[in-house]
């Protein structure tokens, strides 16, 4: 419930759920949207199911909507951060109204040079094994011998910066100065790295490790990404692009 003249019970729709509320035993239907329902001595705002993962609460319990990723300091401030210009709403008197923010200067995105050191070793097998029935990861030692390794040259920059890597194969790992510091099993999906959270400094040697899927191979999948296997020879192995992204922080303007 959030503070305000008349308070307000905030929901979020499930897709393919239709909405219905009960009062003094009569019930009704809501439409999920942006305005509230006014009931006697109360609203209540049924948000989409498609702005779920745009809710923010921030710490003067004011409802918030953005795409972006919010933060807030001490004094309460909203501060947004992005790599173009952010888009925040808040709720105020029964509607959302953009949050006024300074600006904070323009992310960008920029590719990134990588280079093969070195390539795959033998050919990939199609299983690990199993386990409980499961496809099995590769063994450390395993992974190591069959791995292709890119070294990925980042400039020195903020440290508030993403990789984002467009590849294929079966199972990858980022290293910062030969220690694992994220690892992942191909979806056919892009691979967004947060270089801070990895622990990466200016001057760090960045690697990544990727390792070959089998045509054969009967991973559980995505249908596209099965398709791409289905569409090789021998063995999937592709490092397509790796992007640098940078965010800005833009700051809750306010008039004190």
Known sequence: MLPG???????????????????????AAATPGFEPV?????????????????????????????????????????????????????????RFVPLPLLPGGTGFSTPVTFDQVRPPGATVPVSYGKFDGRQSAPAP??????????????????????????????VGELRIDGRTATDRFWDGSTWTVNLRDAGWRPGAEVTLHLLPLAAGSTVSL?????????????????????QLVTRCSFHERTDS
């Open 5 to 27: 003249e008349t308070p307000t019970l905030v929901l979020v729709a499930s897709a393919g759920i239709d909405v219905t509320y009960s009062v003094d035993g009569v019930t």
């Open 38 to 94: 006014r009931l006697p001595g109360l609203d209540l705002l049924v948000l989409p199911a498609s702005a779920a993962d745009s809710v923010w609460v921030d710490s003067r319990r004011r409802l918030l909507l953005s795409g972006d990723e919010l933060r807030w300091s001490a004094d309460g401030r909203v501060e947004a951060v992005a790599v173009g210009t952010p888009s925040v709403r808040v709720y105020e008197a029964g």
């Open 141 to 170: 030692e395993t992974f190591d011998e069959l791995a292709a390794v890119y070294r990925i040259a980042i400039p020195p920059t903020a440290l508030d910066a993403f990789l984002h890597i467009d590849w294929a194969g079966d």
């Open 222 to 242: 995505p249908a596209e990404a099965r398709e791409r296997l289905l569409s090789v020879d021998g063995q999937l192995l592709d490092l397509a692009a790796v």
